[in-house]
T-cell receptor, first 112, second 115 residues
Framework: SQQGEEDPQALSIQEGENATMNCSYK?????LQWYRQNSGRGLVHLIL?????REKHSGRLRVTLDTSKKSSSLLITASRAADTASYFC????????????FGTGTRLQVTL | EPEVTQTPSHQVTQMGQEVILRCVPI?????FYWYRQILGQKVEFLVS????????KSEIFDDQFSVERPDGSNFTLKIRSTKLEDSAMYFC?????????????FGDGTRLSIL
């Protein structure tokens, strides 16, 4: 299995609803990061949660981390059409410059 | 807000030709990366670069690939003899520190199409 697997693979909700995406990983981590990718664009960093943190908020985003279960969740509250994108979790892996290993992503569609 | 810029946005090349993808990282960043994303697949790490040398490279980054920071601002990825399977989006990223503490900032990518 791959490091960083998100579920669901696709999620369709209406504007105003909350969206929850989950990520599981395999090895020990120092931190876990969430990125957004709009269609045809690069990845945008959303939030970083360290291994000694359990929950973190940024605006309408709430991230949780459970290191015992090796899982994280990203909650987007009061979703907007502009939140339509793919969301990826990523974990840094070793080395001097620490590459990121990305999950498979959750494609979120927010409809009006 | 400073951003990573990549050129060109789309490159079409004949198989076997050399291609150079260009990136201008954020100016005070020290760590540089290339990733690629084949259509419909995960974003995959290719190479990281720090202190004017390759820090780490993946299995994908074989002898056909090279990176260079020719001056204080540009960071390039060269593919010497392109293959059909090199068709992908290539993303450059930079970071002010190691990923244990710092996020990576990505450009919008170069779509490479090999014919």
């Amino acid at each position: 299995s791959q490091q960083g697997e998100e579920d669901p693979q696709a999620l369709s909700i209406q504007e105003g609803e909350n969206a929850t995406m989950n990520c599981s990983y395999k090895t020990s981590i120092n931190n876990l990061q969430w990125y957004r990718q709009n269609s045809g664009r690069g990845l945008v960093h959303l939030i970083l949660i360290r291994s000694n943190e359990r929950e973190k908020h940024s605006g309408r985003l709430r991230v949780t981390l459970d290191t015992s279960k090796k899982s994280s969740s990203l909650l987007i509250t009061a979703s907007r059409a502009a939140d339509t994108a793919s969301y990826f979790c990523a974990t840094p892996r070793g080395g001097t410059a620490s590459k990121l290993t990305f999950g498979t992503g959750t494609r979120l569609q927010v409809t009006l | 807000e400073p951003e990573v810029t990549q050129t060109p946005s789309h490159q079409v090349t004949q198989m076997g030709q050399e291609v150079i993808l260009r990136c201008v990282p954020i100016s005070n960043h020290l760590y540089f990366y290339w990733y690629r994303q084949i259509l419909g697949q995960k974003v995959e790490f290719l190479v990281s670069f720090y202190n004017n040398e390759i820090s780490e490279k993946s299995e994908i980054f074989d002898d056909q690939f090279s990176v260079e920071r020719p001056d204080g601002s540009n960071f390039t990825l060269k593919i010497r003899s392109t293959k059909l399977e090199d068709s992908a989006m290539y993303f450059c990223a930079s970071s002010g520190g190691r990923s244990e503490g710092q996020p990576q900032h990505f450009g919008d990518g170069t779509r490479l199409s090999i014919l």
